[in-house]
């Protein structure tokens, strides 16, 4: 595992390197070596956004409710649950603080909230979830020391019961924001909000297995009933995520006055063809057979890296498609400007920023796991 651990460190601060050369050029050169433009306004970061904010209510929701029910390894790791949780939330709050044309406004959604903004209504849920997230993490350490961790007389229990309704509502929340916009008949769907939700489940607890196939100290064996709980929880998820996907699909493609056709068709057969058919669906194939399998640690870890990785597919094919066709006929010839377009690619900038933000989450985690457990990448056997 040492090496593993060593190879992927390498790896990490190489990305790391890259996205600061990233990072550096948006800051010098704002938004002017973007992809993105006018007609279609949110790209990777956006994605990018989503998927971090989802994976953090995913893993405090499974991480949560494994603890509750006192399964083996999650009753006693709790503060990493709660850790990684909040690094999720942080690194999608960077991605989206990142494609913020103006970002220094952010705060005044926070000074002059108008709750009948979704924006900001997401906003105030997010800093609630995270106050919730440091509450629970101050009730625990005094819990482990004078009463059993899961008593019920005290504020611990309950709150993480508030913090499991907050890790559902704003992953659904997401979908929500997509749903109510009847301009965009591909976004207008009341699937949306389950799509999220179960994406963000999956996206939660492969991230949460990935993480404790990395701590030797985890006394459980692949078959044991935590490990089992996230497998299944993982599966599940996603055969309840491409069954409500073929459903959306199909109502898109089979319905004669559909207005949503070409952007499903965009996905199916479009220049980024590959993303959903060999990204999603082959990388979500691929992974539910290791995980299905999940003989060894290094076979459920590596399929839950993969769900976790290419389920950004699944928010890039919500948020793309959705802004590639004018409402107004004749608009995309109308005028004639590099960032009046369509058509979106994202551009190496964009790249180079998703690996420091990417880069960025996983620091965040593994920083959480030496403070908390003594992990580090060396000794990864004195974890306790």
């Not at 998927?51 to 991480?63: D, K, N, Q, S, T």
Request: charged share 10%.
């Amino acid at each position: 595992m040492t090496r593993t651990l060593r190879w992927l460190a390498g790896a990490w601060t190489v990305a790391f390197v890259l996205g600061l050369i990233g990072l550096g050029i948006r800051m010098f050169t704002g938004e002017r070596l973007v992809g993105y433009g006018s007609y279609v306004p949110w790209g990777l970061w956006v994605a990018l956004y989503f998927h971090g904010v989802g994976i953090a209510g995913g893993v405090f929701v499974v991480g949560t409710i494994g603890y509750l029910f006192r399964l083996p390894v999650l009753r006693d790791r709790l503060p990493v649950v709660l850790w990684t949780s909040a690094a999720a939330m942080i690194t999608g709050l960077i991605a989206i603080g990142l494609d913020l044309g103006k970002p220094f406004r952010a705060p005044f959604m926070f000074l002059t909230p108008n709750f009948t903004s979704m924006m900001a209504f997401n906003s105030w849920m997010y800093m609630v979830f995270l106050a919730t997230l440091a509450a629970c993490f101050v009730l625990h350490r005094r819990a482990s020391t004078a009463v059993p961790p899961t008593d019920r007389t005290g504020w611990l229990v309950p709150l993480l019961c508030f913090g499991i309704v907050l890790g559902v509502a704003f992953p659904s929340q997401s979908g929500v924001f997509f749903g109510v916009v009847e301009a965009k008949p591909f976004w207008s769907s009341a699937l949306l909000p389950g799509l999220f939700l179960t994406s963000a489940i999956a996206g939660g607890a492969s991230v949460l297995l990935l993480i404790l196939t990395f701590l030797p100290s985890a006394p459980e064996t692949p078959a044991g009933r935590t490990f089992g709980m996230l497998r299944w929880t993982i599966i599940g998820a996603v055969v309840v995520y491409f069954v409500l996907e073929f459903g959306k699909m199909s109502i898109a493609l089979w319905s004669p006055a559909s207005h949503a056709r070409e952007p499903v068709e965009l996905i199916l057969a479009g220049p980024f063809w590959w993303v959903f058919w060999i990204v999603h669906v082959g990388g979500g194939l691929l992974a539910l057979a290791l995980l299905w399998q999940g003989r060894s640690r290094a076979m459920l870890g590596t399929g839950a890296f993969l769900i976790a990785l290419t389920f950004v597919a699944t928010r890039l094919n919500v948020l793309i498609p959705g802004q590639s066709f004018s409402e107004l006929k004749g608009l995309a010839a109308a005028f004639s400007h590099p960032k009046l377009s369509f058509h979106y690619q994202a551009t190496v900038t964009e790249y180079l920023v998703a690996l420091f933000i990417g880069s960025v989450g996983v620091g965040l985690v593994y920083v959480g796991l030496r403070l908390l457990t003594g992990f580090t990448i060396t000794h990864p056997e004195k974890a306790r």
